[in-house]
Structure formats: structure tokens, C-alpha cells
């Protein structure tokens, strides 16, 4: 059974520094990693996906790798802004499962 | 627009009834996922459907059922057995579901339903 687990449960760091937010999962048997985010009593918003076949991918100041042998997967934020303030959730694909599994997910405050 | 759509927003349950969750969507996608979420956990899969007219339990299916008559429409209700249904529930969809280079999954909304 696949589990996805993510580091740090909570995070709370001042305007402008750059974070890293972990995730670890169990079945490295995926087809890609879906980084989200979710903010308060909303849906989720797709951030970035990347494929099996891909170790990373950017969007603005978003940046994502995936190393699928060690099952692990890194959210990277450039230059923080208080509108990043929300819940980050990761999601791999597949496996042996075939679901779309989610970890518990990192709360982020950036404080201004 | 294309996306998805839940309705309600907001739904209101005695105890003791059922009801019905509505999630649409029109981006063709052939999986669609339903999803619950308490405060302070992650999210839990309850079905999911790869295909018209087919679909799987997920981690918590117990109290729950699901249809997919249409490739678009992928309703769930919530039983009279489900016994703690007050939760917050999301609904997601994407083009070829655990498929070899699946695609982007997106999500509903969501709809907060509350036991009075």
C-alpha cells in the first residue's frame, strides 16, 4: 500500500527566504507526482506534475524534483511571499495501487 | 468554462438519511476520484473510476456508493450507514487515471457536509 509521508508538518518562515518542503512515498512504482496547494476550505489547486521519466520541473518561482528510485520528491519556493500561505499537498500516481494517494501535507506561513 | 463542478457547497444532513454529492465535469477526463478530508488529516480516497461504468473502492468506501453512467458525472451519496459523515469531500478527475504518463488531476471545490 502506498504512503506518502511529508516534512515538515508546519513551517512558519519570514517574507522573502527560499524553502524546501520534503516528501517521502513507500511504492516507487508511480507514473508521475502531483504537487498541490490548498488553501483554507478550499479545493486544490495543481502546482506542478512531474512524469516518471522527468527528475524535475519549474513554474515560476516553483521548482519540483522527483527521485522515483529513493521515493522521494522536493518542493522548493523561491523568495517566499505571504500569498504562498497555504497547505501543500503531494500526490504520486500509480504504482501498485493505481491511485492518485495523498501525504497529510506541509502547512506554510510566510509572515510579511 | 471547462473544469469541475460540486454542488452544493454547503449540505446540511439529519440523522438517519441519505444524500448526494454532484460532480461534473467537462474536460473529458476518463478517471474521476471522490475524496474526504477531516480537519488536520490528509485526504482519504473513497471511490475512484477509471471508466464509464466501472469504478473501485477506495481506502474508507464503507457508508458510501458511487455511478458512473456518464463519462462527465461521477455523483456519491452518503448512506444512513456512514456513521461520522460530517467531513469536508472533494472530487478530482483526470484525462487516463494510473495509466502509464498519467496526466494533471484537478479538483472541485469541494462540498462541506455537516450532521444535525
Known amino acids: 500500500k502506498q504512503e506518502v509521508t511529508q516534512i515538515p508538518a508546519a513551517l512558519s518562515v519570514p517574507e522573502g527566504e527560499n524553502l524546501v518542503l520534503n516528501c517521502s512515498f513507500t511504492?516507487?512504482?508511480?507514473?508521475?507526482l502531483q504537487w498541490f496547494r490548498q488553501d483554507p476550505g478550499k479545493g486544490l489547486t495543481s502546482l506542478l506534475l512531474?512524469?516518471?521519466?522527468?527528475r524535475e520541473q519549474t513554474s515560476g518561482r516553483l521548482n519540483a524534483s522527483l527521485d522515483k528510485s529513493s521515493g522521494r520528491s522536493t518542493l522548493y519556493i523561491a523568495a517566499s511571499q505571504p500569498g504562498d500561505s497555504a497547505t501543500y499537498l503531494c500526490?504520486?500516481?500509480?504504482?501498485?495501487?493505481?491511485?492518485?494517494?495523498f501525504g497529510t501535507g506541509t502547512l506554510l506561513a510566510v509572515q510579511p | 468554462d471547462g473544469g469541475i463542478t460540486q454542488s452544493p457547497k454547503y449540505l446540511f444532513r439529519k440523522e438517519g438519511q441519505n444524500v448526494t454529492l454532484s460532480c461534473e465535469q467537462n474536460?473529458?477526463?476518463?478517471?474521476m476520484y471522490w475524496y474526504r478530508q477531516d480537519p488536520g488529516q490528509g485526504l482519504r480516497l473513497i471511490y475512484y473510476?477509471?471508466?464509464?461504468?466501472?469504478?473501485q473502492k477506495g481506502d474508507i468506501a464503507e457508508g458510501y456508493s458511487v455511478s458512473r453512467e456518464k463519462k462527465e458525472s461521477f455523483p456519491l451519496t452518503v448512506t444512513s450507514a456512514q456513521k461520522n459523515p460530517t467531513a469536508f469531500y472533494l472530487c478530482?478527475?483526470?484525462?487516463?487515471?494510473?495509466?502509464?504518463?498519467?496526466?494533471?488531476?484537478?479538483f472541485g471545490q469541494g462540498t462541506r457536509l455537516t450532521v444535525v
Open positions: 478530482a478527475s483526470s484525462a487516463n487515471g494510473g495509466r502509464q504518463g498519467g496526466t494533471e488531476a484537478f
Open positions: 511504492d516507487s512504482a508511480i507514473y508521475n
Open positions: 512531474i512524469q516518471s521519466s522527468q
Open positions: 500526490a504520486p500516481l500509480g504504482g501498485a495501487t493505481n491511485k492518485l494517494i
Open positions: 474536460l473529458n477526463h476518463d478517471a
Open positions: 473510476s477509471q471508466i464509464v461504468n466501472d469504478f
